[in-house]
Protein backbone atom coordinates (compact mmCIF):
# COMPACT_ATOMS: atom_id res chain seq x y z
CA UNK A 1 0.00 0.00 0.00
CA UNK A 2 0.98 3.70 -1.15
CA UNK A 3 2.59 5.94 2.18
CA UNK A 4 0.60 9.01 3.10
CA UNK A 5 1.62 11.85 4.90
CA UNK A 6 -0.87 14.28 6.36
CA UNK A 7 -0.14 17.56 9.16
CA UNK A 8 -0.35 16.25 12.36
CA UNK A 9 -3.29 18.92 13.45
CA UNK A 10 -4.93 21.77 12.08
CA UNK A 11 -7.40 23.74 13.47
CA UNK A 12 -10.78 25.38 11.93
CA UNK A 13 -13.59 27.91 12.45
CA UNK A 14 -16.96 26.63 13.22
CA UNK A 15 -19.11 27.34 10.20
CA UNK A 16 -16.29 27.78 8.04
CA UNK A 17 -15.00 24.76 5.64
CA UNK A 18 -12.38 22.44 6.69
CA UNK A 19 -9.60 21.62 4.33
CA UNK A 20 -7.84 18.39 5.01
CA UNK A 21 -4.97 17.75 3.00
CA UNK A 22 -3.16 14.18 1.79
CA UNK A 23 -0.24 13.52 0.27
CA UNK A 24 0.16 9.84 -1.45
CA UNK A 25 3.13 10.41 -4.26
CA UNK A 26 4.16 6.83 -4.52
CA UNK A 27 -0.37 6.43 -5.13
CA UNK A 28 -0.75 3.02 -8.01
CA UNK A 29 -3.08 3.04 -10.75
CA UNK A 30 -5.06 1.00 -8.83
CA UNK A 31 -5.04 2.11 -5.30
CA UNK A 32 -7.86 4.05 -3.89
CA UNK A 33 -7.79 7.31 -1.62
CA UNK A 34 -10.08 5.76 1.78
CA UNK A 35 -11.00 8.24 4.66
CA UNK A 36 -12.19 7.78 8.00
CA UNK A 37 -11.75 9.48 11.37
CA UNK A 38 -12.10 8.80 14.49
CA UNK A 39 -14.02 10.44 17.49
CA UNK A 40 -12.55 10.70 20.71
CA UNK A 41 -12.78 7.39 22.18
CA UNK A 42 -15.03 5.80 19.54
CA UNK A 43 -14.33 3.50 16.83
CA UNK A 44 -13.48 4.82 13.33
CA UNK A 45 -16.26 5.83 11.04
CA UNK A 46 -15.94 5.68 7.22
CA UNK A 47 -16.40 9.35 5.48
CA UNK A 48 -15.72 9.09 1.52
CA UNK A 49 -13.28 6.96 -0.96
CA UNK A 50 -12.06 7.62 -4.58
CA UNK A 51 -10.17 6.48 -7.35
CA UNK A 52 -9.28 9.86 -9.41
CA UNK A 53 -12.41 11.70 -9.99
CA UNK A 54 -13.74 14.04 -7.27
CA UNK A 55 -16.46 12.91 -4.86
CA UNK A 56 -19.26 14.06 -3.03
CA UNK A 57 -21.68 12.49 -0.14
CA UNK A 58 -23.41 13.92 2.73
CA UNK A 59 -20.97 14.12 4.87
CA UNK A 60 -18.08 15.60 3.01
CA UNK A 61 -15.93 16.21 -0.73
CA UNK A 62 -13.43 14.24 -1.51
CA UNK A 63 -10.83 16.32 -4.38
CA UNK A 64 -8.21 14.25 -5.87
CA UNK A 65 -4.89 16.21 -8.21
CA UNK A 66 -4.98 14.81 -11.99
CA UNK A 67 -1.71 13.32 -10.77
CA UNK A 68 -3.48 11.36 -7.98
CA UNK A 69 -0.23 12.16 -5.99
CA UNK A 70 -2.36 14.16 -3.07
CA UNK A 71 -5.84 14.63 -2.17
CA UNK A 72 -8.04 17.09 0.20
CA UNK A 73 -10.66 16.08 2.52
CA UNK A 74 -13.32 19.19 2.71
CA UNK A 75 -15.99 19.58 5.17
CA UNK A 76 -18.20 22.42 4.14
CA UNK A 77 -19.60 23.69 7.51
CA UNK A 78 -17.25 22.21 10.23
CA UNK A 79 -19.35 21.73 13.14
CA UNK A 80 -18.12 21.40 16.78
CA UNK A 81 -19.20 17.82 16.55
CA UNK A 82 -16.57 17.44 13.53
CA UNK A 83 -13.59 17.70 16.20
CA UNK A 84 -11.78 14.06 15.76
CA UNK A 85 -8.65 12.67 14.10
CA UNK A 86 -8.94 12.23 10.28
CA UNK A 87 -6.79 9.56 8.51
CA UNK A 88 -6.06 9.12 4.79
CA UNK A 89 -5.77 5.40 3.64
CA UNK A 90 -4.64 4.33 0.15
CA UNK A 91 -5.01 0.79 -0.49
CA UNK A 92 -6.07 -1.33 -3.64
CA UNK A 93 -9.25 -2.75 -3.09
CA UNK A 94 -7.99 -6.07 -3.83
CA UNK A 95 -5.68 -6.93 -1.35
CA UNK A 96 -7.09 -8.60 1.59
CA UNK A 97 -9.47 -5.55 2.01
CA UNK A 98 -6.92 -4.46 5.28
CA UNK A 99 -6.74 -0.57 5.97
CA UNK A 100 -3.68 0.85 7.13
CA UNK A 101 -4.22 3.63 9.61
CA UNK A 102 -1.00 6.03 10.21
CA UNK A 103 -1.44 8.87 12.67
CA UNK A 104 -4.11 11.09 10.80
CA UNK A 105 -4.63 14.72 11.85
CA UNK A 106 -6.33 16.23 14.21
CA UNK A 107 -8.78 18.83 13.38
CA UNK A 108 -10.12 20.97 16.33
CA UNK A 109 -12.84 23.04 15.78
CA UNK A 110 -13.17 26.25 17.56
CA UNK A 111 -16.46 28.05 18.13
CA UNK B 1 -30.15 -3.04 13.89
CA UNK B 2 -27.33 -2.93 15.77
CA UNK B 3 -24.45 -2.96 13.65
CA UNK B 4 -21.12 -4.36 15.21
CA UNK B 5 -20.84 -4.51 19.31
CA UNK B 6 -18.27 -5.30 21.25
CA UNK B 7 -18.45 -6.92 24.71
CA UNK B 8 -16.56 -6.43 27.40
CA UNK B 9 -16.19 -2.61 27.47
CA UNK B 10 -13.33 -2.79 30.02
CA UNK B 11 -11.70 -5.40 31.76
CA UNK B 12 -8.63 -5.11 33.71
CA UNK B 13 -6.53 -8.26 33.82
CA UNK B 14 -3.16 -9.31 35.82
CA UNK B 15 -0.43 -10.51 34.19
CA UNK B 16 -0.78 -14.16 32.94
CA UNK B 17 -4.66 -14.72 33.00
CA UNK B 18 -6.86 -14.94 29.82
CA UNK B 19 -9.98 -13.72 28.43
CA UNK B 20 -11.51 -13.58 25.26
CA UNK B 21 -13.07 -10.48 23.48
CA UNK B 22 -16.64 -11.33 21.50
CA UNK B 23 -17.42 -9.22 18.59
CA UNK B 24 -20.64 -9.43 17.04
CA UNK B 25 -22.53 -7.71 13.96
CA UNK B 26 -26.00 -8.07 12.33
CA UNK B 27 -25.49 -6.86 8.88
CA UNK B 28 -24.27 -10.07 7.27
CA UNK B 29 -20.95 -9.03 6.29
CA UNK B 30 -18.54 -11.57 5.36
CA UNK B 31 -15.52 -10.08 6.75
CA UNK B 32 -14.61 -9.21 10.28
CA UNK B 33 -11.69 -7.66 11.74
CA UNK B 34 -9.79 -6.67 15.29
CA UNK B 35 -7.54 -3.86 15.59
CA UNK B 36 -5.83 -2.73 18.21
CA UNK B 37 -5.00 1.13 19.48
CA UNK B 38 -2.14 2.37 21.34
CA UNK B 39 -2.17 5.89 23.09
CA UNK B 40 -1.66 8.46 20.54
CA UNK B 41 -1.64 6.33 17.58
CA UNK B 42 -3.44 4.65 14.82
CA UNK B 43 -4.99 1.47 14.77
CA UNK B 44 -3.35 -1.65 13.71
CA UNK B 45 -4.76 -4.84 12.54
CA UNK B 46 -4.30 -8.05 14.71
CA UNK B 47 -6.07 -10.72 12.84
CA UNK B 48 -8.99 -11.63 10.29
CA UNK B 49 -11.61 -13.27 8.54
CA UNK B 50 -13.08 -13.39 5.25
CA UNK B 51 -15.96 -15.66 5.79
CA UNK B 52 -17.52 -18.26 8.45
CA UNK B 53 -14.25 -20.52 9.71
CA UNK B 54 -11.21 -18.80 8.35
CA UNK B 55 -9.05 -17.01 9.79
CA UNK B 56 -5.97 -15.05 9.14
CA UNK B 57 -3.03 -12.66 10.30
CA UNK B 58 -2.63 -9.39 10.22
CA UNK B 59 -0.06 -6.57 11.24
CA UNK B 60 0.47 -7.61 14.83
CA UNK B 61 -0.54 -11.10 15.98
CA UNK B 62 1.29 -12.53 18.65
CA UNK B 63 0.37 -13.39 21.61
CA UNK B 64 -3.56 -13.41 20.05
CA UNK B 65 -5.51 -16.06 18.99
CA UNK B 66 -9.28 -16.02 17.22
CA UNK B 67 -11.66 -17.73 15.71
CA UNK B 68 -14.99 -17.37 13.71
CA UNK B 69 -17.38 -20.45 14.09
CA UNK B 70 -20.47 -18.33 13.08
CA UNK B 71 -20.80 -15.78 10.40
CA UNK B 72 -21.82 -13.02 12.96
CA UNK B 73 -19.46 -13.22 15.63
CA UNK B 74 -15.65 -12.94 15.69
CA UNK B 75 -13.93 -13.81 19.05
CA UNK B 76 -9.96 -12.59 20.62
CA UNK B 77 -8.44 -14.47 22.79
CA UNK B 78 -5.83 -14.22 25.12
CA UNK B 79 -4.26 -16.60 26.32
CA UNK B 80 -1.54 -15.09 28.94
CA UNK B 81 -2.28 -11.83 29.23
CA UNK B 82 1.06 -9.25 29.25
CA UNK B 83 1.28 -5.55 30.67
CA UNK B 84 2.10 -4.70 26.34
CA UNK B 85 -1.50 -5.97 25.07
CA UNK B 86 -3.01 -2.84 27.17
CA UNK B 87 -5.12 -1.14 24.53
CA UNK B 88 -8.11 -0.63 23.32
CA UNK B 89 -9.11 -3.56 21.03
CA UNK B 90 -11.97 -2.52 17.91
CA UNK B 91 -13.70 -5.34 15.75
CA UNK B 92 -15.38 -4.27 12.57
CA UNK B 93 -16.86 -5.35 9.82
CA UNK B 94 -17.37 -5.24 5.85
CA UNK B 95 -18.82 -6.58 3.02
CA UNK B 96 -16.16 -7.92 1.22
CA UNK B 97 -12.95 -7.16 -1.03
CA UNK B 98 -13.93 -5.04 -3.50
CA UNK B 99 -16.13 -2.69 -1.36
CA UNK B 100 -13.86 -1.49 1.91
CA UNK B 101 -16.03 0.09 3.90
CA UNK B 102 -15.48 -1.07 7.43
CA UNK B 103 -17.96 -0.39 10.29
CA UNK B 104 -16.50 -0.50 13.84
CA UNK B 105 -17.78 -1.52 16.97
CA UNK B 106 -17.11 0.73 19.85
CA UNK B 107 -14.21 -0.64 21.35
CA UNK B 108 -13.22 -2.26 24.47
CA UNK B 109 -10.56 -0.66 26.54
CA UNK B 110 -7.85 -3.29 28.18
CA UNK B 111 -5.85 -2.93 30.82
CA UNK B 112 -3.34 -5.36 31.82
CA UNK B 113 -1.29 -4.83 35.27
Known amino acids: DAKTTQPTSMDCAEGRAANLPCNHSTISGNEYVYWYRQIHSQGPQYIIH???NNETNEMASLIITEDRKSSTLILPHATLRDTAVYYC????????????FGGGTRLMVKP | NAGVTQTPKFRVLKTGQSMTLLCAQDMNHEYMYWYRQDPGMGLRLIHY???????AKGEVPDGYNVSRLKKQNFLLGLESAAPSQTSVYFC????????????FGPGTRLTVL
Open chain 1, 89 to 100: IVRANNAGNMLT
Open chain 1, 50 to 52: GLK
Open chain 2, 49 to 55: SVGEGTT
Open chain 2, 92 to 103: ASSYGTSYNEQF
